[in-house]
């Protein structure tokens, strides 16, 4: 078992889709990188679940910190996975009130346990 990384971007307001989609129960990571040093700024990003047609399942609110990656359980019901569910996309955006400096170069990377 190994983490496979399903995107790496620079965190913008516009939506972004992780073009590798997860499947049943899932394990992602979440590193953040601002290569111009600390954090400039305050606020999130948002990584969300989104069901093949366009609904929103889940979301996380990730905060910008220079500590060990998190990581977070994406288990889908039994339910979820009857109704067919079991194949989702990830978007990220930054929060609204998110405030960074232009120049910040923030980067989030989203790994998945396989």
């Known amino acids: 078992m190994a983490w496979r990384l399903l995107g790496d971007l620079q965190v913008l ?13 899932s394990i992602i990571k ?7 040093g600390i954090f400039p ?3 999130y990003a948002v990584v969300r679940e ?3 047609g366009g609904e929103v399942f889940n979301f996380i609110k990730s905060y910008p910190y220079r500590g060990p990656p998190r990581v ?3 288990s889908l019901s ?3 996975q009857a109704a067919g569910f079991g194949t989702r996309t990830l978007t990220v955006t930054r929060g609204k009130k998110t405030a960074v400096q232009a120049d910040s170069a923030w ?3 989203i790994y998945e346990w396989i």
Do not use: C, K, V, W
């Open 78 to 80: 039994a339910a979820m």
């Open 13 to 25: 307001y516009e939506e972004q889709t992780i073009p590798i989609s997860i499947s049943g129960n």
């Open 30 to 36: 979440i590193e953040h990188d601002f290569p111009a």
């Open 41 to 43: 700024g305050i606020g």
């Open 50 to 52: 989104m069901l093949p």
């Open 107 to 109: 980067r989030m990377m």
């Open 72 to 74: 977070y359980d994406l």
